[in-house]
């Protein structure tokens, strides 16, 4: 019999939570699991739970929320053996989405818990700050910022910071250094540091990026023309955004180092943080066991 922690945030995204314990207790496989179900008081109080499962035994613990809540509990998993698993209630969902884990909390019981594989996947770290998904500076940083000040969630909202902030957005310059040696100075709209393939609501930032390949993705991307737009925005929604080559350079390293001109916000995992001028990122290969639907597709 294995043992299943849920953390749950009540607070975040815009989903209602309160039927989730019914729904564990009516699908949740009892023959193969036991499990209890805690929630989150405060900020950081997700990765305390997670830390607390694992001395204590638990073999799986499940983050219940969005993005945020998803990056909490991860951080106590990382290097572990205890198995994670993502039960969505966020906003944009980019993680689940590449992972093409089902956005309906039921399926996630009784097809990815019930059902499902275990699989290995790359971790990052912002300075000591670890990410699953994306990171980002920049234009992207600013975006992550004004989403989380707005009380309101979704699509729409997202939509409305981007178009709010892009006119009035001066591009900084950046420094960026590769672990293979090369260096490029640069001022473009944001960087994206990509381990997954998307932002969320399937816009996708880098169509090839993979969990496994022990490689960070560095997308490059360039403030475009006005009448470029359009184009780049379908683009960026049906997963082609790399043939936009005027627009957007990706790199791939295992590590790589960026020097602005004054510290700034940071996008990690959709949370913005304050962070120095001068910062590195880097994999951690295979680092988080995690339960999918199916090892394949998914990179």
């Known amino acids: ?152 969630r979704g699509f729409s909202t997202y939509f409305r910071v981007i178009v709010d902030k892009y006119f009035k957005y001066e591009p900084d310059t950046m420094l960026i250094r590769l672990d293979d040696g090369e260096a490029m100075e640069c001022a473009p709209l944001f960087i994206t540091f ?25 997308c490059i991307f360039n403030k475009p023309k006005i009448i470029s737009l359009p184009r780049l925005g379908t683009l960026l929604m049906t997963g082609h955004i790399d043939l936009a080559k005027k627009t957007l350079k990706i790199l791939k390293a295992k590590k790589v180092s960026v020097s602005r001109k004054e510290d700034a916000v940071v996008n990690i995992d959709g949370e913005p943080i304050m962070t120095d001028k001068d910062f590195t990122i880097e994999v951690i290969p295979s680092s988080l066991k995690l339960m999918v639907r199916y090892s394949q597709p998914y990179r």
């Open 194 to 218: 990509a381990n997954s393939n998307q932002f969320g609501y399937n816009a996708k930032i880098s169509p090839k990026a993979s969990l496994t390949d022990g490689l960070i993705d560095i």
């Open 1 to 152: 019999m294995k043992k299943i922690r849920f953390i749950v945030n009540p607070i975040s995204g815009h989903h209602n939570k309160e039927k989730f314990p019914d729904l564990v207790e009516k699908y949740i496989d009892k023959s193969q699991f036991e499990y209890e179900i805690v929630l989150t008081e405060r900020g950081g109080h997700a990765t305390e739970l997670a830390r607390e499962a694992v001395g204590k035994g638990f073999d799986i613990v499940a983050a219940v929320g969005g993005d945020g809540t998803i990056n909490e509990t991860a951080q106590a998993l990382i290097g572990t053996d205890t198995t994670f698993v993502i039960v969505p209630f966020g906003s944009g969902n980019g993680l689940a989405r590449h992972l093409h884990l089902p956005l309906d909390a039921k399926k996630i019981i009784t097809e990815v818990i019930n059902k499902g594989e275990t699989i290995r996947i790359d971790t990052c770290r912002l300075n000591e700050k670890p990410f699953l998904s994306i990171a980002g500076a920049g234009f992207d940083a600013a975006i992550s910022d004004g989403f989380a000040k707005d009380p309101r």
